[in-house]
Nanobody, 124 residues
Framework: QVQLVESGGGLVQAGGSLRLSCAAS????????MGWFRQAPGKERETVAAVTWSGGNTYYTDSVKGRFTISRDNAKNTVYLQMNSLKREDTAVYYC?????????????????WGQGTQVTVSS
C-alpha cells in the first residue's frame, strides 16, 4: 500500500505564494507518475498539474500555466507544487496522486493512490 501525505497548504493573500509538498511512503513503486488536483466547494475535482517519473514532461491546466510549477525529488519520494501569483479562484482542497507509470497522466481517473488533501485558501 502507498501512503501520500500533502503539506504546505494554508491561508494566503491574493498575489502570494505557497509551496505544497506530497511525500510518498509504504510500498512505493520504482517508476510512478504524480499529479496534483484540486476541488473547490460545489465543483468537480480538476487536474492542476502532472509530471512524469523522470520529471522531463509536465502538464498544467490552462488556468495555472505560468504561475504554478510541479517538480519532484525521487530520492525523497516527494513531489512539489510551487504556486505563485495566487488568485481567489485557486482556493480549493489540493490533492496529490500517484500511479505506477512512466507516462504523463493528465486525468484523475488514471491515478490509483491519493492523499487526504490540504486546504489552500486565497483571500482578497
Amino acid at each position: 500500500q502507498v501512503q501520500l501525505v500533502e503539506s504546505g497548504g494554508g491561508l494566503v493573500q491574493a498575489g502570494g505564494s505557497l509551496r505544497l509538498s506530497c511525500a510518498a511512503s509504504g510500498r512505493t513503486f520504482s517508476i510512478y507518475a504524480m499529479g496534483w488536483f484540486r476541488q473547490a466547494p460545489g465543483k468537480e475535482r480538476e487536474t492542476v498539474a502532472a509530471v512524469t517519473w523522470s520529471g522531463g514532461n509536465t502538464y498544467y491546466t490552462d488556468s495555472v500555466k505560468g504561475r504554478f510549477t510541479i517538480s519532484r525529488d525521487n530520492a525523497k519520494n516527494t513531489v512539489y507544487l510551487q504556486m505563485n501569483s495566487l488568485k481567489r479562484e485557486d482556493t480549493a482542497v489540493y490533492y496529490c496522486a500517484q500511479r505506477r507509470s512512466a507516462g504523463l497522466l493528465r486525468r484523475n481517473g488514471e491515478y490509483e493512490y491519493w492523499g487526504q488533501g490540504t486546504q489552500v485558501t486565497v483571500s482578497s
